[in-house]
């Protein structure tokens, strides 16, 4: 439709430039412009300058790098993200798969898995507390199943393994419906000529989802990763709710070095190391996972 | 065949409980009485009900001023983005023009930025600016955030409607701003406000940006966080504050179902 309409609407000839789509199109990438690029190059000069003289500087990457909590943070969140993210992409895989069956109910299926997109990291650390803390529901369960006599402290740092596993199972709750999502709409795009043809050619179920689906399921597949691992390294309220600053993480010490000790600069370090470590996992997963010379693209 | 509708029925269930059941659990957290959160052995099923666990969350210093706070706040979002990027989700629908690939990408790379990054650089210059601890300033980030989605629902939206229709309108008389008014706008409405809505919620639910950004005019996220990170708030506190804050997304994800894959959708390619 796009042509013939474009020239409908606009009622001018092909050799003349039609200006109204730019119109159009200028407040967005203006208000981008100032609300994404300026923060974003200002982020690099905070974290690179003496605040008084504006010298460049390095010693709030040093300030940064020599804290205790530094260390902790990048491991966790590397740790958090590289368990939480692949789990969160099978799990949103399963789901996505199941719904395209169509089977009866799978609309409402759909509705109640897609349900915590409209949930808060905050919130989801809210209720998964309710659920692991002393006196919460895993207890009461445990206690009722007669297992335990006397409550299990589940979230402490005696334990910073169990305080782990608790922050990425409320990950997994919580995000993997985005993942689903975006898979879903991905396979709904692939057409279904493509499984049948290979049904007649005497491909079983699994190989089918592993050799067809699959590899045309890639550019979803990439998108969510990417989405989900972005995501992953500014995890900061579920932290909060669950373990403090037990676990210390990359955008809670972006949060701790503003609020707490007032320093902007060391804060912009954070946020320059993270947007680094987003820039390159999306390298990573572009061109190192893109598909080989040949692959068929959809 | 049967063996395989048994095994998509129980896969279905055991992962419909694994979603809904956190929710039902903090509903019956927020309406159970304080002191039977507190108690070991602690019933599963309490054994009253009672409005006492909400009621001290919305009583809380700060707590309803601050949930002002966020619905103005979502509001103005609201109408920012649909300012900002509306025109440019009609732009991407009806036109083809040059650079049009660019400002689709340059939408999606938006979606992916980590905004944790851009909270502390905006608090700096909010305050040379005059905005820091404003609700006009948060709105403004939250903005941001939102512009690629009412962008790719709008764009949808216009997609799905021929064009046709506003044609037939101007051969029978119509000017192309009428037509445009009286024809097509009112089929775009139910996606425009699926829009709407889903802006809503991401500002609701918005904490970071939220945090670094006030001080005084909290909203809700920002209160609850810096209730727990502070003051170290009671339990009680935080699943009725937890509760509160999912309640709107129960209803408004049901509301935009029929987008959410469009929101989504979009991919690198």
Do not use: C
């Not at chain 1, 915590?116 to 009461?140: C, Q």
């Amino acid at each position: 439709m796009a042509i013939a309409d474009a020239e409908a609407l606009t009622g001018v000839t092909r050799a003349r430039v039609n200006w109204t789509p730019y119109l159009l199109v200028l407040p967005t990438l203006a208000f981008l412009s100032v609300f994404f690029i300026y923060p974003m190059a200002q982020a690099i000069s905070l974290a690179v300058t003496d605040p008084p003289t504006g010298a460049l500087t390095w010693a709030h990457f040093r300030r940064m790098s020599s804290d205790l909590y530094f260390g902790q943070a990048v491991r966790f969140t590397l740790i958090i993200t590289a368990i939480a993210v692949p789990l969160q992409v099978a799990l949103g895989l399963a789901i996505a798969l199941l719904v395209n069956t169509r089977f009866r109910g799978h609309t409402v299926f759909l509705y109640l898995t897609a349900l915590p997109i409209g949930i808060s990291d905050l919130a989801a650390g809210m209720i998964w507390l309710s659920i692991l803390t002393e006196r919460g529901y895993l207890n009461a369960a445990l206690q009722r199943l007669g297992l335990i006599e006397q409550p299990v402290v589940f979230l402490t740092l005696e334990r910073p393994e169990w305080l782990l596993a608790a922050i990425i199972l409320t990950e997994l709750w919580r995000a993997t419906a985005i993942v689903m999502v975006i898979l879903l709409a991905g396979l709904q795009l692939i057409p279904k000529d493509y499984a049948e043809t290979a049904a007649v050619f005497g491909a079983g179920r699994w190989q089918t989802a592993r050799h067809v689906i699959l590899p045309l399921l890639r550019p979803s597949l990439q998108t969510a990763l990417i989405i989900r691992t972005i995501l992953a390294f500014q995890l900061f309220a579920t932290v909060v709710t669950l373990a403090g600053r037990q676990i210390p993480v990359l955008a809670g010490e972006t949060y701790f070095w503003y609020s707490l000790y007032r320093s902007p600069s060391v804060a912009s370090a954070y946020a320059v190391l993270i947007l680094l470590l987003s820039a390159s996992i999306t390298w990573i997963y572009l061109y190192v996972l893109a598909p080989k010379a040949g692959e068929v693209r959809l | 065949m049967r063996v395989r509708l048994v095994g998509i029925y129980g896969a279905a269930l055991v992962i419909g409980t694994w979603v809904a059941a956190p929710l039902l659990l903090i509903a019956l957290a927020a309406f159970t009485p304080r002191n039977i959160l507190y108690e070991w052995p602690r019933p599963l099923w309490p054994r009253a009900f009672s409005l006492d666990t909400m009621l001290f969350f919305l009583r809380s210093t700060g707590v309803w001023a601050s949930t002002l706070n966020s619905v103005v706040v979502a509001g103005l979002t609201i109408g920012l983005a649909f300012l900002i990027a509306a025109p440019t989700g009609y732009a991407l629908a009806r036109y083809r023009f040059r650079g049009k690939g660019a400002v689709q990408l340059s939408i999606l790379v938006v979606k992916m930025f980590p905004a944790t990054v851009l909270s502390i650089p905006l608090a700096v210059a909010f305050i040379r600016w005059g905005l820091y601890d404003t609700l006009i300033g948060v709105a403004i980030v939250h903005t941001a955030l939102s512009i690629p989605f009412v962008t790719v629902i709008v764009t949808s939206v216009f997609v799905g409607i021929s064009y046709e229709l506003e044609e037939a309108a101007m051969t029978l008389g119509s000017n192309r701003l009428r037509a445009f008014l009286r024809v097509t706008l009112p089929m775009a409405v139910p996606g425009l406000a699926a829009a709407a809505i889903f802006t809503f919620v991401l500002s609701w639910n918005e904490v970071f940006a939220a945090t670094i950004l006030t001080l005084d005019h909290r909203t809700l996220p920002a209160l609850i966080v810096d209730s727990v990170i502070s003051a170290g708030a009671p339990l009680h506190f935080r699943f009725a504050g937890g509760f509160f804050m999912v309640m709107p997304a129960v209803v408004i994800i049901f509301l935009i179902r029929r987008y959410l894959l469009t929101l989504w959708g979009v991919t690198v390619r």
